[in-house]
């Protein structure tokens, strides 16, 4: 019975191990895909509120924390 136990745990731990091994080696083979055909792509700009605007919020997030 241990020893049933003990030969499915190590198949387990090797099919674990499979598994990181694989998903790493392809993630890697992603990232020099991507790498190749992103190289002249700019990156995706974020567009941040104006100062203003944030002072706005926040304004209006004390008058209500305020209020209550």
């Known amino acids: 019975m241990i020893k049933e ?6 198949l387990l731990l090797v099919v674990v191990i499979f598994g990181n091994i694989w998903f ?7 990232s020099k ?3 190749i055909f992103t190289h002249r792509r700019e990156p995706a700009a974020w567009h941040p ?3 203003d605007e944030e002072a706005e919020i926040k304004k209006e997030k004390e008058k209500q924390a305020g209020s209550r």
């Open 5 to 10: 136990i003990g030969i499915l745990f190590l």
């Open 24 to 30: 790493n080696f392809i993630e890697s083979i992603l």
């Open 33 to 35: 895909f991507r790498k």
């Open 49 to 51: 509120l104006p100062a």
